[in-house]
């Protein structure tokens, strides 16, 4: 059963833009704190930031304000606006409940961020 649908990723310079979006097929999306989280293979996923059903926000220290994640309710849908993409940020990202990832995870998208 599909919960989660990531799409958005790319190939993308250092130093460039990114919008990811992550669309939640069930009903009660706007009762979650959502997430976006990302892996490097080999290594563990990590939260990269989160909204609460408030829409406060918190980040990842790596992320430097370079990120901004949103959500819209209406649509079920959760986006992560990147910026400043830096090599070191080529991960799959994957969204999710936060911090506690409680629903089936997606496919993910792929970032690559390579000259």
């Known amino acids: 059963q599909v919960q989660l649908a990531e799409s958005g990723g790319g190939l993308v310079q250092p130093g460039g833009s990114l919008r990811l979006s992550c669309t939640h097929f069930g009903f009660f999306f706007h009762d979650y704190t959502m997430g976006w989280y990302r892996q490097v293979p080999g290594k563990q996923r990590e939260l990269v930031a989160r909204i609460g059903v408030d829409n406060v926000t918190n980040y990842g220290d790596f992320v430097k304000g370079r990120f901004a994640i949103s959500r819209d309710n209406a649509k079920r849908t959760v986006y992560l606006q990147m910026n400043s993409l830096e090599p070191e940020d080529t991960a799959v990202y994957y969204c999710?409940?936060?911090?506690?990832?409680?629903?089936?995870w997606g496919q993910g998208t792929q970032v690559t961020v390579s000259s």
């Open positions: 999710n409940s936060a911090p506690n990832a409680r629903l089936t």
